[in-house]
């Protein structure tokens, strides 16, 4: 079946420092893939997307590009702030999954001053 | 526009009773999912409803239920609660068309003991 494999972390950066979360995904056909964010309390916030290979989704200053060859879609960002610190969900949707949201486990960021 | 709205936001109840949860999707959008997450199972699918019909649906036990009235809001119903239901509920809206984004509300925490 489909499914979305990511680092679980967790994952602790200074300030100013490279983030690379890793995502794999398995599913048919051609997923619409997607991060989403929770901040401790909160529910989920889209972060990102892309719908199509080689798309590259951006906001923030968070990236990721969605690569079919690699079945992959990592999440980077050149220079990560304390207000980053959150769970980082990699998740992707199919066209016959209608609204069926599958989401990897979490990746859990802290960022220390 | 507003976001989705879920309450209540915090629920205590006893083993063997019964729950209703609600969601109120934002306006326009016609479908409605419900996610369980849990530390231990990270964010599950429970169902998905469209236009008051159940569209797809997860791998929970029938005391999970569901439905949705014309106006698009949605009522979750678990029935003999059980210790293990203690999770942060999430519904979800979105218009419904096939690989679009999921807006999500802030989730109702519910607690049983």
């Known amino acids: 079946g489909d499914s979305v494999t990511q680092m679980e972390g967790p994952v602790t950066l200074s300030e100013e420092a490279f983030l690379t979360i890793n995502c794999t995904y398995t599913?048919?056909?051609?997923?619409?893939l997607f991060w989403y964010v929770q901040y401790p309390g909160e529910g989920l916030q889209l972060l990102l997307k892309?719908?199509?290979?080689?798309d590259k989704g951006s906001n923030k200053g968070f990236e990721a590009t969605y690569r079919k060859e690699t079945t992959s879609f990592h999440l980077e960002k050149g220079s990560v702030q304390v207000s980053d610190s959150a769970v980082y969900f990699c998740a992707l949707t199919t066209k016959t999954s209608y609204d069926k949201v599958i989401f990897g486990p979490g990746t859990s960021l802290s960022v220390i001053p | 526009k507003a976001g989705v709205t879920q309450t209540p936001r915090y629920l205590i109840k006893t083993r063997g009773q019964q729950v209703t949860l609600s969601c109120s999707p934002i306006?326009?959008?016609?479908?409605v999912s419900w996610y369980q997450q849990t530390p231990g199972q990270g964010l599950q699918f429970l169902f998905e409803?469209?236009?008051?019909?159940?569209?797809n649906k997860g791998n929970f036990p029938g005391r999970f239920s569901g439905r949705q009235f014309s106006n698009s809001r949605s009522e979750m119903n678990v029935s003999t609660l059980e210790l293990g239901d203690s999770a942060l509920y999430l519904c979800a809206s979105s218009l419904g068309a096939a690989n679009t984004e999921a807006f999500f509300g802030q989730g109702t925490r519910l607690t049983v003991v």
């Open positions: 409803y469209f236009s008051e019909t159940q569209r």
């Open positions: 599913a048919t056909g051609y997923p619409s």
């Open positions: 306006s326009g959008h016609r479908s």
């Open positions: 892309a719908t199509k290979a080689d």
